[in-house]
Protein backbone atom coordinates (compact mmCIF):
# COMPACT_ATOMS: atom_id res chain seq x y z
CA UNK A 1 0.00 0.00 0.00
CA UNK A 2 1.06 3.36 -1.13
CA UNK A 3 2.09 5.88 1.69
CA UNK A 4 3.69 9.56 1.73
CA UNK A 5 6.66 10.47 3.22
CA UNK A 6 6.71 14.04 4.28
CA UNK A 7 9.80 16.47 5.36
CA UNK A 8 8.08 19.06 6.67
CA UNK A 9 9.62 22.71 7.19
CA UNK A 10 10.36 23.76 3.85
CA UNK A 11 8.60 27.02 2.12
CA UNK A 12 6.88 26.08 -1.17
CA UNK A 13 7.74 28.23 -4.37
CA UNK A 14 7.15 28.49 -7.90
CA UNK A 15 4.02 27.13 -10.05
CA UNK A 16 1.00 24.69 -10.28
CA UNK A 17 -1.82 23.76 -12.35
CA UNK A 18 -4.96 22.74 -11.42
CA UNK A 19 -7.02 19.58 -12.51
CA UNK A 20 -10.30 19.71 -13.47
CA UNK A 21 -12.54 19.05 -10.87
CA UNK A 22 -13.09 15.48 -9.60
CA UNK A 23 -17.01 16.29 -8.61
CA UNK A 24 -18.30 17.80 -12.26
CA UNK A 25 -16.30 15.15 -13.87
CA UNK A 26 -18.24 12.21 -12.10
CA UNK A 27 -21.68 13.39 -12.73
CA UNK A 28 -20.81 14.68 -16.30
CA UNK A 29 -19.07 10.89 -17.24
CA UNK A 30 -22.48 9.97 -16.03
CA UNK A 31 -24.29 12.25 -18.66
CA UNK A 32 -22.86 9.52 -21.13
CA UNK A 33 -25.69 7.58 -20.51
CA UNK A 34 -28.02 10.04 -21.58
CA UNK A 35 -27.42 10.10 -25.58
CA UNK A 36 -26.60 7.48 -28.05
CA UNK A 37 -24.54 9.87 -29.75
CA UNK A 38 -20.88 11.34 -28.90
CA UNK A 39 -20.02 13.43 -25.42
CA UNK A 40 -16.23 14.90 -26.05
CA UNK A 41 -14.66 16.03 -22.58
CA UNK A 42 -11.48 17.74 -22.01
CA UNK A 43 -10.21 18.73 -18.41
CA UNK A 44 -11.13 15.51 -17.00
CA UNK A 45 -8.78 14.49 -13.87
CA UNK A 46 -6.38 12.06 -13.82
CA UNK A 47 -8.01 10.41 -10.70
CA UNK A 48 -8.79 6.70 -8.99
CA UNK A 49 -12.52 7.89 -8.60
CA UNK A 50 -12.52 8.84 -12.38
CA UNK A 51 -10.69 5.59 -13.11
CA UNK A 52 -13.35 4.10 -11.30
CA UNK A 53 -16.88 5.65 -12.61
CA UNK A 54 -15.12 5.18 -16.46
CA UNK A 55 -15.02 1.17 -15.55
CA UNK A 56 -18.23 1.00 -13.89
CA UNK A 57 -19.42 2.83 -17.12
CA UNK A 58 -17.72 0.47 -19.16
CA UNK A 59 -19.62 -2.54 -17.77
CA UNK A 60 -22.49 -1.03 -18.87
CA UNK A 61 -21.48 -0.59 -22.43
CA UNK A 62 -20.79 2.81 -22.46
CA UNK A 63 -17.90 3.41 -25.39
CA UNK A 64 -14.61 5.03 -23.45
CA UNK A 65 -11.80 6.21 -24.86
CA UNK A 66 -9.17 7.88 -23.26
CA UNK A 67 -6.26 10.18 -23.63
CA UNK A 68 -4.86 11.67 -20.94
CA UNK A 69 -7.65 14.51 -19.94
CA UNK A 70 -9.69 14.40 -23.09
CA UNK A 71 -12.33 11.39 -22.77
CA UNK A 72 -15.07 10.86 -25.26
CA UNK A 73 -18.09 8.80 -24.60
CA UNK A 74 -20.42 6.78 -26.64
CA UNK A 75 -23.72 5.44 -25.21
CA UNK A 76 -25.24 4.23 -28.58
CA UNK A 77 -24.82 0.05 -27.33
CA UNK A 78 -25.31 0.19 -23.25
CA UNK A 79 -26.76 -3.19 -22.54
CA UNK A 80 -26.16 -3.31 -18.47
CA UNK A 81 -28.86 -1.45 -16.30
CA UNK A 82 -26.45 -2.36 -13.33
CA UNK A 83 -24.10 -0.79 -10.88
CA UNK A 84 -22.80 -3.32 -8.62
CA UNK A 85 -21.77 -3.55 -4.73
CA UNK A 86 -17.98 -3.63 -5.65
CA UNK A 87 -18.02 -0.51 -7.54
CA UNK A 88 -20.47 1.48 -5.33
CA UNK A 89 -18.51 0.52 -1.98
CA UNK A 90 -15.39 2.15 -3.59
CA UNK A 91 -17.16 5.21 -4.93
CA UNK A 92 -20.20 6.59 -3.59
CA UNK A 93 -20.80 8.92 -6.93
CA UNK A 94 -21.89 5.44 -8.36
CA UNK A 95 -25.34 6.49 -7.50
CA UNK A 96 -25.12 9.20 -9.98
CA UNK A 97 -25.64 5.93 -12.71
CA UNK A 98 -29.44 6.01 -11.79
CA UNK A 99 -31.01 9.17 -12.55
CA UNK A 100 -29.54 8.47 -16.30
CA UNK A 101 -30.32 4.82 -16.92
CA UNK A 102 -33.71 5.17 -15.63
CA UNK A 103 -34.90 8.01 -17.60
CA UNK A 104 -33.55 6.56 -20.93
CA UNK A 105 -33.67 2.91 -20.54
CA UNK A 106 -36.61 2.90 -18.02
CA UNK A 107 -34.63 0.22 -15.54
CA UNK A 108 -31.89 0.72 -13.43
CA UNK A 109 -30.22 -1.25 -10.71
CA UNK A 110 -27.71 0.37 -8.29
CA UNK A 111 -26.53 -1.03 -4.99
CA UNK A 112 -27.49 1.20 -2.07
CA UNK A 113 -23.98 2.95 -0.96
CA UNK A 114 -24.38 2.66 2.59
CA UNK A 115 -22.32 4.58 5.40
CA UNK A 116 -18.80 6.05 5.39
CA UNK A 117 -15.99 7.72 7.08
CA UNK A 118 -17.69 11.06 7.26
CA UNK A 119 -21.21 10.20 7.94
CA UNK A 120 -23.82 7.64 7.16
CA UNK A 121 -25.04 9.68 4.14
CA UNK A 122 -28.13 8.38 2.75
CA UNK A 123 -29.90 8.50 -0.68
CA UNK A 124 -33.44 8.80 0.57
CA UNK A 125 -33.88 12.27 -1.57
CA UNK A 126 -32.68 10.40 -4.48
CA UNK A 127 -35.39 7.87 -4.18
CA UNK A 128 -37.97 10.18 -3.19
CA UNK A 129 -37.41 12.50 -6.23
CA UNK A 130 -37.45 10.01 -8.84
CA UNK A 131 -40.94 8.34 -6.99
CA UNK A 132 -42.31 11.61 -7.30
CA UNK A 133 -41.07 10.90 -11.06
CA UNK A 134 -43.79 8.38 -11.05
CA UNK A 135 -40.64 5.36 -10.53
CA UNK A 136 -41.35 2.38 -9.04
CA UNK A 137 -38.54 1.76 -6.48
CA UNK A 138 -38.08 -1.61 -4.76
CA UNK A 139 -35.30 -1.52 -2.12
CA UNK A 140 -33.94 -5.29 -1.65
CA UNK A 141 -30.93 -7.15 -0.81
CA UNK A 142 -28.76 -3.73 -0.88
CA UNK A 143 -30.04 -3.05 -4.27
CA UNK A 144 -32.19 -0.18 -5.36
CA UNK A 145 -33.85 -1.36 -8.37
CA UNK A 146 -36.31 1.56 -10.09
CA UNK A 147 -38.73 1.02 -13.19
CA UNK A 148 -40.42 3.49 -14.98
CA UNK A 149 -41.63 3.44 -18.49
CA UNK A 150 -40.90 7.03 -18.89
CA UNK A 151 -40.50 9.33 -16.16
CA UNK A 152 -43.01 12.38 -15.38
CA UNK A 153 -41.89 15.99 -14.98
CA UNK A 154 -42.99 16.88 -11.52
CA UNK A 155 -42.34 19.42 -8.51
CA UNK A 156 -40.01 17.98 -6.10
CA UNK A 157 -38.52 19.59 -2.53
CA UNK A 158 -35.54 17.87 -1.24
CA UNK A 159 -35.77 17.85 2.65
CA UNK A 160 -32.13 19.16 2.76
CA UNK A 161 -29.89 20.63 0.01
CA UNK A 162 -28.32 17.34 -1.46
CA UNK A 163 -25.28 17.88 -4.75
CA UNK A 164 -25.41 14.52 -6.17
CA UNK A 165 -29.33 14.27 -5.53
CA UNK A 166 -29.44 17.26 -7.07
CA UNK A 167 -27.57 16.01 -10.18
CA UNK A 168 -29.44 12.59 -10.19
CA UNK A 169 -32.33 14.32 -10.72
CA UNK A 170 -31.28 16.87 -13.10
CA UNK A 171 -30.60 14.06 -14.96
CA UNK A 172 -33.51 12.28 -14.74
CA UNK A 173 -35.83 15.38 -15.46
CA UNK A 174 -33.80 16.05 -19.24
CA UNK A 175 -35.61 13.24 -20.73
CA UNK A 176 -39.17 12.87 -18.74
CA UNK A 177 -42.07 13.54 -20.02
CA UNK A 178 -43.00 17.48 -19.10
CA UNK A 179 -41.98 20.15 -16.93
CA UNK A 180 -39.76 19.07 -13.59
CA UNK A 181 -39.56 21.64 -10.90
CA UNK A 182 -36.34 21.62 -8.35
CA UNK A 183 -36.85 22.83 -5.37
CA UNK A 184 -33.93 23.45 -2.65
CA UNK A 185 -31.86 22.90 -4.86
CA UNK A 186 -27.67 22.79 -4.69
CA UNK A 187 -26.10 25.64 -6.38
CA UNK A 188 -22.48 24.49 -6.25
CA UNK A 189 -20.64 25.00 -8.95
CA UNK A 190 -20.00 21.43 -9.88
CA UNK A 191 -23.94 21.52 -10.38
CA UNK A 192 -23.41 24.21 -12.64
CA UNK A 193 -20.88 22.68 -14.77
CA UNK A 194 -23.57 19.63 -15.07
CA UNK A 195 -26.53 21.67 -16.25
CA UNK A 196 -24.08 23.41 -18.90
CA UNK A 197 -22.77 20.25 -20.76
CA UNK A 198 -27.19 19.21 -20.53
CA UNK A 199 -27.79 22.20 -22.20
CA UNK A 200 -25.18 21.55 -25.16
CA UNK A 201 -26.33 18.09 -24.96
CA UNK A 202 -29.81 19.70 -25.97
CA UNK A 203 -31.69 19.89 -22.57
CA UNK A 204 -33.60 22.69 -22.05
CA UNK A 205 -32.62 23.68 -18.15
CA UNK A 206 -33.96 27.15 -16.47
CA UNK A 207 -32.48 28.41 -13.61
CA UNK A 208 -29.14 27.40 -13.79
CA UNK A 209 -27.01 28.20 -10.47
CA UNK A 210 -30.25 28.59 -8.36
CA UNK A 211 -31.47 26.53 -6.27
CA UNK A 212 -34.99 26.37 -8.66
CA UNK A 213 -33.53 24.18 -11.69
CA UNK A 214 -36.91 24.05 -14.00
CA UNK A 215 -36.85 21.56 -16.69
CA UNK A 216 -38.74 20.81 -19.63
CA UNK A 217 -37.82 17.04 -20.87
CA UNK A 218 -36.68 16.94 -24.17
CA UNK A 219 -37.41 13.10 -26.45
CA UNK A 220 -33.93 12.86 -26.99
CA UNK A 221 -29.90 14.36 -26.23
CA UNK A 222 -27.28 14.50 -28.50
CA UNK A 223 -23.51 14.77 -28.30
CA UNK A 224 -21.46 17.92 -27.03
CA UNK A 225 -17.96 18.85 -26.20
CA UNK A 226 -17.43 20.37 -22.87
CA UNK A 227 -14.21 21.23 -20.61
CA UNK A 228 -14.47 20.12 -16.85
CA UNK A 229 -14.29 23.16 -14.60
CA UNK A 230 -11.02 23.54 -12.70
CA UNK A 231 -11.29 22.03 -9.42
CA UNK A 232 -11.89 24.59 -6.59
CA UNK A 233 -11.46 22.08 -3.51
CA UNK A 234 -7.94 21.50 -5.27
CA UNK A 235 -7.22 24.84 -5.27
CA UNK A 236 -7.98 25.90 -1.87
CA UNK A 237 -5.94 23.05 -0.66
CA UNK A 238 -2.77 23.79 -2.53
CA UNK A 239 -3.10 27.82 -0.97
CA UNK A 240 -4.33 26.40 2.45
CA UNK A 241 -0.28 24.44 2.07
CA UNK A 242 1.10 27.63 1.59
CA UNK A 243 -0.52 29.54 3.98
CA UNK A 244 0.78 26.79 6.86
CA UNK A 245 3.92 26.32 5.21
CA UNK A 246 4.80 29.70 3.97
CA UNK A 247 5.67 30.41 0.38
CA UNK A 248 4.76 32.18 -2.74
CA UNK A 249 3.14 29.69 -5.28
CA UNK A 250 1.02 30.63 -8.25
CA UNK A 251 -1.87 28.47 -9.61
CA UNK A 252 -2.70 28.15 -12.77
CA UNK A 253 -5.65 27.40 -14.52
CA UNK A 254 -7.73 27.50 -11.61
CA UNK A 255 -11.17 29.50 -11.51
CA UNK A 256 -11.50 32.17 -9.13
CA UNK A 257 -14.97 32.96 -8.96
CA UNK A 258 -15.83 29.95 -7.08
CA UNK A 259 -13.18 30.48 -4.00
CA UNK A 260 -14.67 33.65 -2.07
CA UNK A 261 -15.34 32.23 1.47
CA UNK A 262 -12.17 30.55 1.07
CA UNK A 263 -10.04 33.79 -0.24
CA UNK A 264 -11.98 35.94 2.78
CA UNK A 265 -10.51 33.26 5.31
CA UNK A 266 -6.93 32.82 4.11
CA UNK A 267 -6.82 36.86 4.03
CA UNK A 268 -8.14 36.85 7.32
CA UNK A 269 -5.18 34.50 8.22
CA UNK A 270 -2.83 37.10 7.14
CA UNK A 271 -1.85 35.45 3.05
CA UNK A 272 -1.48 37.42 0.16
CA UNK A 273 -3.57 36.85 -2.45
CA UNK A 274 -3.99 38.72 -6.02
CA UNK A 275 -5.55 36.83 -8.61
CA UNK A 276 -7.15 37.09 -12.17
CA UNK A 277 -10.07 34.93 -13.89
CA UNK A 278 -7.91 31.84 -14.04
CA UNK A 279 -5.03 32.38 -11.86
CA UNK A 280 -3.91 32.94 -8.05
CA UNK A 281 -1.13 33.84 -6.51
CA UNK A 282 -0.64 33.29 -2.58
CA UNK A 283 2.06 34.77 -0.81
CA UNK A 284 2.47 33.98 2.98
CA UNK A 285 5.40 34.78 5.22
CA UNK A 286 4.37 35.03 8.75
CA UNK A 287 2.49 32.63 11.00
CA UNK A 288 -1.27 32.53 10.04
CA UNK A 289 -3.66 33.62 12.17
CA UNK A 290 -6.24 31.54 13.44
CA UNK A 291 -9.65 31.95 11.72
CA UNK A 292 -13.02 30.46 12.65
CA UNK A 293 -15.70 29.21 10.29
CA UNK A 294 -18.51 26.92 9.85
CA UNK A 295 -19.27 24.93 6.68
CA UNK A 296 -22.33 25.23 4.80
CA UNK A 297 -23.83 24.65 0.87
CA UNK A 298 -22.54 26.88 -1.45
CA UNK A 299 -21.95 29.65 -1.41
CA UNK A 300 -21.22 29.03 1.79
CA UNK A 301 -17.59 27.77 3.35
CA UNK A 302 -17.20 23.68 1.42
CA UNK A 303 -17.22 20.75 4.00
CA UNK A 304 -14.82 19.67 1.44
CA UNK A 305 -12.28 22.57 2.69
CA UNK A 306 -12.92 22.00 6.37
CA UNK A 307 -9.73 19.87 7.31
CA UNK A 308 -7.48 21.45 5.28
CA UNK A 309 -7.96 25.27 7.06
CA UNK A 310 -8.00 22.87 10.31
CA UNK A 311 -4.57 21.84 9.33
CA UNK A 312 -3.22 25.03 8.99
CA UNK A 313 -5.07 26.54 12.05
CA UNK A 314 -3.10 24.19 14.31
CA UNK A 315 -0.10 26.46 13.68
CA UNK A 316 -1.85 29.32 14.01
CA UNK A 317 -1.57 32.22 16.18
CA UNK A 318 -4.73 31.96 18.22
CA UNK A 319 -7.45 29.47 19.06
CA UNK A 320 -10.37 28.90 15.92
CA UNK A 321 -13.84 27.62 16.46
CA UNK A 322 -14.42 24.91 13.24
CA UNK A 323 -17.94 24.08 12.96
CA UNK A 324 -19.18 21.28 10.39
CA UNK A 325 -22.87 21.43 9.88
CA UNK A 326 -23.05 19.15 6.80
CA UNK A 327 -21.71 15.44 7.99
CA UNK A 328 -21.87 14.01 11.58
CA UNK A 329 -18.66 12.55 11.73
CA UNK A 330 -16.12 14.80 9.93
CA UNK A 331 -13.78 15.20 12.38
CA UNK A 332 -11.20 12.30 11.82
CA UNK A 333 -8.34 13.94 10.99
CA UNK A 334 -8.50 15.46 14.37
CA UNK A 335 -6.91 12.36 16.20
CA UNK A 336 -4.05 11.88 13.38
CA UNK A 337 -3.67 16.04 13.88
CA UNK A 338 -3.05 16.00 17.49
CA UNK A 339 -0.69 13.03 16.44
CA UNK A 340 1.58 16.08 14.77
CA UNK A 341 1.21 17.94 18.00
CA UNK A 342 -2.00 20.02 17.46
CA UNK A 343 -3.93 20.63 20.25
CA UNK A 344 -7.55 20.41 19.10
CA UNK A 345 -10.53 19.11 21.27
CA UNK A 346 -14.31 18.03 20.17
CA UNK A 347 -17.16 19.10 21.49
CA UNK A 348 -20.26 17.96 18.99
CA UNK A 349 -20.10 19.37 15.43
CA UNK A 350 -17.66 21.39 16.73
CA UNK A 351 -14.01 21.68 16.90
CA UNK A 352 -11.76 24.09 19.03
CA UNK A 353 -8.36 24.07 17.90
CA UNK A 354 -5.72 26.12 19.85
CA UNK A 355 -2.69 26.93 17.71
CA UNK A 356 0.74 25.48 18.78
CA UNK A 357 4.04 26.95 18.02
CA UNK A 358 4.99 23.66 16.08
CA UNK A 359 3.64 20.59 14.97
CA UNK A 360 6.54 17.80 15.12
CA UNK A 361 6.23 14.92 12.43
CA UNK A 362 5.03 11.36 13.16
CA UNK A 363 3.58 8.18 11.40
CA UNK A 364 0.04 9.17 10.64
CA UNK A 365 -2.96 7.15 8.79
CA UNK A 366 -5.66 8.87 6.40
CA UNK A 367 -9.04 7.92 7.08
CA UNK A 368 -10.76 9.76 4.30
CA UNK A 369 -10.39 12.26 1.20
CA UNK A 370 -10.07 15.59 2.59
CA UNK A 371 -8.52 14.06 5.76
CA UNK A 372 -5.35 12.96 3.74
CA UNK A 373 -5.18 16.40 2.45
CA UNK A 374 -5.55 17.65 5.79
CA UNK A 375 -2.41 15.42 6.70
CA UNK A 376 -0.37 16.56 3.96
CA UNK A 377 -0.57 19.94 4.90
CA UNK A 378 0.15 19.88 8.50
CA UNK A 379 3.46 17.39 7.74
CA UNK A 380 4.78 20.39 5.52
CA UNK A 381 4.03 22.33 8.30
CA UNK A 382 5.90 20.60 10.56
CA UNK A 383 9.27 19.80 11.85
CA UNK A 384 11.02 16.46 10.94
CA UNK A 385 9.69 13.30 9.06
CA UNK A 386 5.78 12.38 8.86
CA UNK A 387 4.70 9.41 6.76
CA UNK A 388 1.07 8.95 5.84
CA UNK A 389 -0.15 6.00 5.58
CA UNK A 390 -3.55 4.94 3.59
CA UNK A 391 -3.34 7.50 1.08
CA UNK A 392 -5.69 5.65 -1.35
CA UNK A 393 -8.07 7.37 0.03
CA UNK A 394 -5.68 11.10 -1.47
CA UNK A 395 -5.92 9.18 -5.04
CA UNK A 396 -9.58 8.76 -5.10
CA UNK A 397 -9.19 12.71 -5.40
CA UNK A 398 -6.39 14.69 -6.02
CA UNK A 399 -4.54 14.02 -9.15
CA UNK A 400 -0.99 13.30 -8.45
CA UNK A 401 -0.89 15.47 -5.17
CA UNK A 402 3.03 14.90 -4.36
CA UNK A 403 4.81 15.86 -8.28
CA UNK A 404 2.52 18.91 -7.84
CA UNK A 405 4.09 19.77 -4.89
CA UNK A 406 7.76 18.48 -5.19
CA UNK A 407 7.96 21.04 -7.95
CA UNK A 408 7.03 24.13 -5.74
CA UNK A 409 9.61 22.98 -3.61
CA UNK A 410 7.56 20.46 -0.84
CA UNK A 411 10.02 17.40 0.43
CA UNK A 412 7.53 14.55 -0.43
CA UNK A 413 7.89 11.36 -1.96
CA UNK A 414 5.39 8.67 -2.55
CA UNK A 415 6.46 5.49 -1.06
CA UNK A 416 5.71 1.63 -1.05
C1 LIG B 1 -19.24 13.37 -5.61
C2 LIG B 1 -19.63 14.60 -4.90
O1 LIG B 1 -20.03 15.58 -5.51
N1 LIG B 1 -19.44 14.61 -3.59
C3 LIG B 1 -19.75 15.82 -2.83
C4 LIG B 1 -21.23 15.82 -2.53
O2 LIG B 1 -21.53 14.64 -1.82
P1 LIG B 1 -23.05 14.21 -1.65
O3 LIG B 1 -23.81 14.64 -2.85
O4 LIG B 1 -23.04 12.77 -1.30
O5 LIG B 1 -23.50 15.08 -0.43
P2 LIG B 1 -24.95 15.70 -0.19
O6 LIG B 1 -24.96 17.11 -0.64
O7 LIG B 1 -25.95 14.78 -0.81
O8 LIG B 1 -25.09 15.61 1.37
C5 LIG B 1 -25.46 16.71 2.19
C6 LIG B 1 -26.14 16.20 3.43
O9 LIG B 1 -27.42 15.67 3.08
C7 LIG B 1 -27.58 14.36 3.56
N2 LIG B 1 -28.41 13.62 2.59
C8 LIG B 1 -28.10 13.67 1.26
C9 LIG B 1 -28.86 13.00 0.34
C10 LIG B 1 -29.97 12.26 0.76
O10 LIG B 1 -30.70 11.63 -0.01
N3 LIG B 1 -30.25 12.24 2.09
C11 LIG B 1 -29.50 12.90 3.02
O11 LIG B 1 -29.78 12.84 4.22
C12 LIG B 1 -26.16 13.81 3.66
O12 LIG B 1 -26.06 12.72 4.54
C13 LIG B 1 -25.41 15.05 4.14
O13 LIG B 1 -25.55 15.17 5.52
O14 LIG B 1 -21.55 16.97 -1.76
C14 LIG B 1 -20.90 17.01 -0.49
C15 LIG B 1 -21.40 18.24 0.24
O15 LIG B 1 -20.96 19.38 -0.39
C16 LIG B 1 -19.40 17.01 -0.66
O16 LIG B 1 -18.81 16.86 0.60
C17 LIG B 1 -18.95 15.84 -1.54
O17 LIG B 1 -17.61 15.99 -1.88
C1 LIG C 1 -16.54 13.62 0.27
C2 LIG C 1 -16.00 13.76 -0.93
O1 LIG C 1 -16.25 12.97 -2.00
P1 LIG C 1 -17.31 11.79 -2.15
O2 LIG C 1 -18.66 12.38 -2.11
O3 LIG C 1 -16.98 11.24 -3.50
O4 LIG C 1 -17.06 10.81 -1.02
C3 LIG C 1 -15.03 14.84 -1.24
O5 LIG C 1 -14.78 15.08 -2.44
O6 LIG C 1 -14.49 15.45 -0.30
Known sequence: MDKLL???GHRLSGDI???GAKNAALPILCAGLLTA???QLSNVPRLQDVATMLKLLRQMGLQVEQDGEHVTLNGSAIDKLEAPYEMVKTMRASILVLGPLLTRFGEARVSLPGGCAIG???VDQHIKGLQAMGAEITIEAGYIHAKAKRLKGARIVTDMITVTGTENLLMAAVLADGETILENAAREPEVTDLANLL???????????TDRLVIQGVERLHGASHAVIPDRIETATFLCAVAAAGGDVTLHKARTDTLDVAFDKLREAGAILTSADDWIRVQMSSRPKAVSFRTTEYPGFPTDMQAQFMAMNCIAEGSSRVIETIFENRFMHVQEMNRLGAAITIEGHTAIVDGV????????MATDLRASASLVIAALAAEGETLIDRIYHLDRGYDRMEVKLSAVGAHIQRVK
Open 17 to 19: DIS
Open 37 to 39: DSV
Open 6 to 8: IQG
Open 357 to 364: DKLVGAPV
Open 199 to 209: VAMGAQIAGIG
Open 120 to 122: SRP
